[in-house]
């Protein structure tokens, strides 16, 4: 297949440093090519591919301070969809941005939705929008827009040798990824001061979260316990997971996926969590880790974490989050779209 894979332009493509839905995308294209496919990836130019890469913009547009997102977005979704022909079939990872677009092609378009649904306008770009052919990266964030034509929740998956598997933790629990409020490292900080065990804080501080830091959080920071790390690259990501007791994620909003859980998976480390979103999905609870509600549940689970089997952590990541199964779930889902098997756009 002829496969066009279209990226968010914020971060590179993989990230340098933090970037989800960036890190997927990448996931993906690398394992297709792998697999005989053909494939180009529209992202920005300090992306590093083994597909034929087509840069919207020179450099990816958070590091370059460049903001809004969403107009160089536009210019990146034009130049896709004229050259539409090219391609069996093309595959969005800029949400709602795309569908307008969609309508003006033959060529089969899948969106994967990485973000919330639960927002009140898209159930108004549903009305107009509903026969786009969309996958969910998780049961539970499709549940907002029962009307939408999800043909397929794909879970996210890692490479097998991204992540080193770890089974001597040292005497602390993390927090990765991004200082905002439905993220909560507020309550992950209180639970590990709760159960007297240290905590690392890597992650970034974006500027729309800075009243968030400052009200909430940066006084927490002051705590013996409280180690603050700062925004990390993978291989520093490796090595905080691997050493962790375990990943704290006292998430407050519906979590879409939370592809830090499998990275914490694959290391065989436990995760702690709140059962809000996709988290029940991925985290089975008393196995792989624990899911509690409230700051004190979260405290007990951690002070427990030790009892969970680090080598059952890998092997779930193994029997259920690696890229092999996700790319064998989205060929199946191109396939039928290029078959017709599946109701394409008008």
Do not use: Q
């Given at each position: 297949m002829r496969i066009a894979q279209v990226a968010p332009l914020v971060e590179s493509v993989p990230p340098r440093l933090y970037g989800g839905t960036e890190r997927v995308v990448s996931y993906i294209t690398e394992e297709l090519v792998k697999r005989g496919h053909e494939v180009v990836l529209f992202a920005s130019g300090d992306s590093v591919t083994s597909a034929e890469l087509r840069a919207v913009v020179p450099e990816a547009l958070r590091l370059a301070g460049k903001y809004p997102y969403e107009p160089y977005t536009l210019l990146e979704l034009e130049e896709v969809f004229r050259c539409a022909d090219e391609f069996d079939i093309i595959h969005c990872h800029v949400d709602y941005l795309a569908f307008p677009f969609c309508t003006f092609t033959a060529t089969p378009v899948v969106h994967t939705m990485h973000g919330r649904l639960d927002l009140p306008f898209y159930r108004d770009i549903m009305k107009r929008y509903g026969d786009l052919n969309l996958v969910s990266i998780s049961n539970s964030q499709r549940l907002p827009l029962p009307e939408a034509n999800f043909v397929a929740t794909v879970y996210h998956g890692l490479p097998r040798d991204l992540y080193d598997f770890s089974d001597e933790p040292e005497d602390y629990v993390l927090f990765l990824g991004r200082i905002s409020p439905e993220k909560r490292p507020d309550l992950a900080i209180k639970a590990a001061i709760k159960a007297g065990v240290k905590?690392?804080?890597?992650?970034?501080?974006?500027?729309?979260?800075?009243?968030?830091?400052?009200?909430?959080?940066?006084?927490?920071?002051?705590?013996?316990?409280?180690?603050?790390?700062?925004?990390?690259?993978?291989?520093?990501?490796?090595?905080?997971?691997?050493?962790?007791?375990?990943?704290?994620?006292?998430?407050?909003?519906?979590?879409?996926?939370?592809?830090?859980?499998?990275?914490?998976?694959?290391?065989?480390?436990?995760?702690?969590?709140?059962?809000?979103?996709?988290?029940?999905?991925?985290?089975?609870?008393?196995?792989?880790?624990f899911l509690r509600m409230d700051v004190d549940g979260l405290a007990e689970a951690i002070r427990e974490v030790e009892r969970i089997d680090r080598r059952e952590c890998r092997r779930h990541f193994e029997r259920n989050f690696t890229v092999e199964r996700m790319v064998d779930d989205y060929e199946r889902v191109y396939q039928k779209l290029i078959r017709g098997k599946v109701k394409l756009a008008a």
């Open positions: 905590i690392k804080i890597a992650a970034k501080i974006d500027r729309a979260d800075r009243d968030y830091y400052e009200r909430d959080v940066k006084h927490l920071m002051e705590h013996p316990l409280v180690e603050f790390v700062g925004e990390v690259n993978d291989e520093e990501k490796n090595e905080l997971l691997g050493k962790a007791m375990a990943l704290v994620m006292p998430v407050d909003w519906p979590e879409p996926f939370g592809l830090t859980a499998i990275e914490s998976l694959a290391c065989g480390t436990p995760v702690v969590a709140r059962p809000f979103g996709a988290l029940p999905e991925i985290v089975v609870d008393g196995k792989v880790g």
